[in-house]
C-alpha cells in the first residue's frame, strides 16, 4: 500500500499544473496553427468542453481513489482540480460568447431558453462557478454545514454537463456513451452516501 506524505501532494499539484499549462499551450498552438481544421471555433468549443468535463470526472475520482486505496492526503488536489474545470468551463463559455455570438448577450439568452443541450451546459456551468467562489477555505468556514450541501450539487452538474454533452453530438454515440458510463459508475460508487444523506434530510423534515 502506498503512503502518501505532503510531500507528494506537493508533487502531485505540480504535475495538475505542468498538465493544465500543458494543455492550454496545446489550444492555442491549435487555434494559431491551423489545427482545428475548417471550423476553428467549433474546435476550440470542444477541445474546451471536453476539457471542462474530464477534470470535472478526474476531480470526482479522487474520492473513489482516497477509499479504495487509502490515500487520505490525496483529497488535498480534489479543490484544485475542481477549479481547474471551472477555468475551462470558463474558456468554453467565453469562446462561445466571443466567437459564436460576437458578446451579444440578448442572443446568449435567447440561445439557452430556444437549445435545451445549452440551457444544460448553462447549469453545470452556474454550479461549478458557485463551487469555484466558495472553495477558499476561510469560506468554508464561514459556511460550516451549508457548504458541504452546496458542494454536493457537483453531482448534479456532472449529470447536467453529460446531457449537455449527449444532447450536443450530431453524430457517433459511442465517445458520449463511454463517458456516460464512466459517469454513472462515479455516482453509482456513492449511492450509499446519496441514500444515507435522503435518508437524513427525508427523518429531520418528519421530525
Ligand atoms: C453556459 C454554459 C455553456 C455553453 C453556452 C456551452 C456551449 C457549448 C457549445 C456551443 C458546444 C458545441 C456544440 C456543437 O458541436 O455544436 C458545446 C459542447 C460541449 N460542451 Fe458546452 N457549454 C456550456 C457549458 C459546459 C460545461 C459546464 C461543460 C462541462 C463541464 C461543457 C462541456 C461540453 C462538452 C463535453 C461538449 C462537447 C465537446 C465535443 O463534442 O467534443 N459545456 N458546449
Known sequence: MIKLTPAHVIVIKCLIHLASIAFFIQLVWLT???GFGADPVKGIEH????AALNTLLITLCVT???RIFRLGLLVRVRRLLGLYSFTWA?????????????FDWGLLASELTDRPYLLFGAISWVILFCLAVTSLQKIQRKMGKQWQRLHNLIYP???VALFHYVWSVKSGLIEPGIYFAI???LLAYRWKSFK?????RFKSRAL
Open 32 to 34: 494559431f496553427n491551423n
Open 47 to 50: 477541445f474546451t468542453g471536453k
Open 64 to 66: 473513489p481513489l482516497v
Open 90 to 102: 470558463f474558456i468554453h463559455l467565453s469562446a462561445y460568447v466571443a466567437f459564436d455570438l460576437g
Open 157 to 159: 452538474a456532472l449529470v
Open 183 to 185: 459517469g454513472t459508475g
Open 196 to 200: 444515507r444523506m435522503y435518508t437524513f
